[in-house]
């Protein structure tokens, strides 16, 4: 059962960024605004959100895993191990949503801050039927069964992939985006079960650049100078620039207060609710996102040491361990919205938002059931 597996140096960039992704879905679902360190997530209010570098980062990770580091591996294998996973991912989410929905049904019944979208009827054979055929979906844990559907499927992108078809997996990808049935004007309900449709081109995009992150790199390398002076740099200036004005379009009434401000707020959050819809995913939002990810990834590369140094210590534990981190926050936010809630107070939001930071670092740290939630 032994196998050996190609030496590939982790990419602790990815590392960080995963790290800063996820505190980020932590401060944005606990949603305890204003805090003080809004800007970390900017509340999930810019035109992309650090859930879709999560994703991408995710498809890279296995990409690299389970692709280029396992490429002398027999797929069978390779297969087994994988589908292992997207079980137990699988077996994770219906677990918390059931949880979730009978501890919702019968502790805190008629609670008004219980999150909202639990089912009505308190049929326990609907809710086992309809959770376990992705019917029915609840909690803080939704991206779970992403996971699950895009993990069972990787095998046959791996398999393409091994064999330099590379270009068929983004067609097929890029497919199954373009003619997505999703309709962001369909009830709620139904535009977040479709959600996996348009979000698997991130994945399935991250597992190509993964799988061939080894030659990637190599030839990035030998046109260093190149690229840095024709392609980074006009990447990072033109990233922090739309950043920049994006930030403000959608904060700007928060600074100053008056017609304009609320206006040019108010155009932002519709061209974000619309042209940049979440669940749809369109093309503006992916090409948005995937220039804001590569400039992000650009500057913490050039400055890695600098930031291991003086942000590893939170990043790195976060990074290298998110779906134990995405898991456990599910849980923690769950409660903490029936708790407590956003007041006026900044102090007092921040505090309750870093506790829990504090209290899942602390979990890493002492590994509180990482035998049973998935890492």
Known sequence: NLFIAKKIPR???FDIMRGFFLIAIVINHLALFPNFIDWWGMRGYLLVTTAEGFFLLSGIVLGVVRGAKLIDVPMKKVTKIVLERAWTLYLTHIIMVIAFTLIGWYIFAGNPNIKYGIMESHSWLQLIWNTVTLQYIYGWADYLRFYAIFIALSPIALWLLRRGKWYLVLLASFAVWLFSPLDINAE????????????????????????????????????????????????????????????????????????WTREISYRAWELRMHEFAK?????????????????????????????????????????????????????????????????????????????????????????????????
Request: glycine share 2%; net charge positive.
């Open 11 to 13: 990419i602790v960039t």
């Open 188 to 259: 709620w309900r139904v535009v977040e079960l479709m959600q996996p449709i348009p979000w698997q081109i991130l994945f399935f995009s991250g597992l190509v650049i993964g799988f061939h992150w080894p030659d990637i790199t190599e030839w990035c390398t030998a046109r260093r100078k190149v690229l840095t002076q024709f392609v980074a740099w006009p990447v990072v200036i033109l990233a922090v620039s739309l950043l920049a004005w994006n930030a403000f379009a959608v904060f700007a009434y928060e600074w100053v207060d008056n017609a």
């Open 279 to 375: 669940e749809a995913l369109p093309m503006a939002r992916i090409a948005l996102f995937f220039l804001w990810f590569w400039a992000a990834f650009l500057i913490i590369q050039r400055f890695e040491k600098t930031f291991v140094k003086y942000t590893g210590w939170l990043l790195i534990p976060f990074g290298t361990n998110s779906l134990y981190v995405y898991t456990l926050h599910a849980i923690i936010v769950y409660f903490a919205h029936i708790y407590f809630q956003p007041t006026g107070n900044k102090l007092l939001n921040l505090v309750v938002t870093v506790s829990v930071i504090a209290l899942i670092y602390a979990a890493i740290r002492t590994k509180f059931l990482m035998k049973i939630i998935p890492r």
